[in-house]
C-alpha cells in the first residue's frame, strides 16, 4: 500500500477546514490532493480527533501483526499433521516427519525441524552407527554404541570371569 504524503493530523485538519465551509476543490488544489481522496479520507477519519486516529492506527497495526501470527499458527498445525501420524518419539520417525513437511508444505527446514523438536544437526547428519556395525543394528538397534562395556563386540571377545567361577566344581 502506497505511503501517505499526508499525516492523520494533517488529513484531520483538511477535513475540520471542510466543515468549516471551505469548498473541497479550492482545500484540494491548495495542499496538492485530489477531491476523490478527500472524501476517501472523510469516510475513514470524519468525526475523529488526532488522537482517535493515532489509536487507529495503532489498532490496525495490532490487528495485522496478529492476523499475520494466526496464519502462521495454522501453517506449523497443518505442517504438524502432515508431518505426525502418530506419536513418535525415536529421532529416526521425526527426521521423516521433518521430510514429509518439507516435502509437503512451505515451511523452511529450521522451521520444520523445530516442529519436530529435533535438531538441524540431527535432521542433516543421521546416526552412522547403523553403516558401522550392522550386526549390532539387529540386536541392538539401529544407534547401539560402538566401543564400551555394554558393546556385543567386548563381551564376546573377553572371557566372563563369573561364568568362569560358576563353571567351577
Not at 552407527?129 to 560402538?146: K, N, Q
Amino acid at each position: 500500500m502506497k505511503k501517505s504524503r499526508f499525516t492523520t493530523e494533517q488529513i484531520i485538519g483538511f477535513i475540520k477546514q471542510a466543515d468549516a465551509g471551505m469548498a473541497v476543490a479550492e482545500l484540494a488544489r491548495q495542499h496538492g490532493f485530489s477531491p476523490a481522496s478527500f472524501y476517501a479520507w472523510r469516510a475513514k477519519y470524519g468525526g475523529m480527533e488526532a488522537e482517535d486516529a493515532k489509536r487507529l492506527k495503532e489498532l490496525e497495526s495490532e490487528n495485522n501483526r496478529l492476523k499475520r501470527l494466526l496464519a502462521e499458527a495454522h501453517l506449523d498445525i497443518e505442517a504438524l499433521k502432515i508431518g505426525f501420524g502418530g506419536k513418535t518419539l525415536a529421532p529416526q520417525c521425526k527426521r521423516e516427519a521433518v521430510r514429509r513437511m518439507l516435502k509437503l508444505t512451505v515451511l523452511s527446514e529450521r522451521r520444520a525441524c523445530r516442529l519436530a523438536g529435533l535438531s538441524r544437526d540431527s535432521f542433516r547428519h543421521p546416526c552412522a552407527c547403523s553403516t558401522r556395525r550392522p550386526a549390532s543394528v539387529a540386536i541392538l538397534g539401529p544407534c547401539a554404541p560402538t566401543t564400551g562395556r555394554s558393546s556385543p563386540a567386548n563381551s564376546e571377545n573377553k572371557a566372563n570371569p563369573r561364568k568362569e567361577l560358576q563353571a567351577l566344581p
